[in-house]
């Protein structure tokens, strides 16, 4: 069984940083391209950012790019989420999920039904 498990996340001021961390355990983490979807109070999900497997490509959804960068560790079993000059529009629950690359593709909300998901972690970003 597959299990995603985030940790990171935090209240944090206007302009500041926080990495977010997603561990899988049950499969080979190479196996699986990944991704970063956070779902803002009273919107649905929106993907944020997206690796492939080994990591040769990158997806930034427009709201975050320059900000965040996505990154993973195979050895580790680590996908990683960096982001900087964090804004208030930035508050969410964060997931990690696999199967999303088709949202990335196509513009589709992401779908809970679809593949593994983490639990989330709650970044809160204050003025």
């Known amino acids: 069984e597959v299990q995603l498990v985030e940790s990171g996340g935090g209240l944090v001021q206007s302009g500041g940083s926080l990495t977010l961390s997603c561990v899988l355990f049950g499969e080979p983490f190479s196996s699986y391209d990944m991704a970063w979807v956070r779902q803002i109070p009273g919107k649905g999900l929106e993907w944020v950012s997206a690796i492939d497997n080994d990591g040769s490509r990158k997806y930034y959804a427009d709201s975050v790019k320059g900000r965040f960068t996505i990154s993973r560790d195979n050895t580790k079993n680590i996908l990683s989420l960096q982001m900087n000059n964090l804004k208030t529009e930035d508050t969410a629950m964060y997931y990690c999920?696999?199967?999303?690359?088709?949202?990335?593709?196509?513009?589709?909300?992401?779908?809970?039904?679809?593949?593994?998901w983490g639990q989330g972690t709650q970044v809160t970003v204050s003025s």
């Open positions: 999920a696999t199967r999303v690359f088709a949202s990335v593709r196509d513009g589709s909300p992401p779908r809970r039904d679809l593949g593994y």
